[in-house]
């Protein structure tokens, strides 16, 4: 069976974006498509209205870009330090993890919850660390942590 044009109604994951005319199987349109009202049938009202629809997301959409952009600059180069009891060769007794982060970025006035700081490990050794923070889809700002031996 051939492909069938749909115009999309709403953002689709690997689909589309709104307002985009794509080729689909018949079933999947039928029977994912329509009723879940993500698409409609492609014609020249619908891709009228989808246009306007479409210009409107689309300045939504560069409204948010510029306030995620804003965000990353004001987190990017922030340093924070902390200190903690470490040994003569600079590692930690305990460790340095997301939620200290979170606490250190809150109180140098960025309100950084802790499931949006990214790392790999707890930090067990003295020294700067660059610290990546989840900012919206795949927008990161990447924050020093000063970790300082504790005298």
């Known amino acids: ?3 069938i044009e749909v115009l999309l ?19 999947y349109a039928r029977n994912f498509l329509f009723p879940n009202g993500f698409a409609t049938e ?3 009202d619908n891709k009228r209205l989808m246009a306007r629809k479409r210009a409107r997301l689309d300045i939504e959409e560069r409204k948010r870009d510029e306030e995620i952009d804003a965000r990353v600059a004001k987190l990017t180069g922030v340093v924070v330090s902390t200190s903690a009891k470490a040994d003569e060769q600079g ?19 960025h309100g950084v919850p802790e499931k949006d700081v990214r ?6 050794t003295v020294g700067a660390h660059v610290v ?17 031996a504790q005298a």
């Open 1 to 3: 069976m051939a492909n």
């Open 9 to 27: 109604r709403e953002h689709v994951q690997h689909l589309g974006k709104c307002g985009d005319v794509v080729r689909v199987r018949p079933g």
């Open 42 to 44: 492609a014609t020249d």
């Open 91 to 109: 590692h930690l007794f305990g460790s340095v993890n997301a939620a200290n982060i979170s606490e250190l970025l809150v109180a140098a006035g």
């Open 119 to 124: 790392l790999e490990a707890p930090i067990k």
């Open 132 to 148: 990546k923070i989840h900012i919206h889809g795949e927008r990161f700002a990447d924050v020093t942590v000063n970790v300082n």
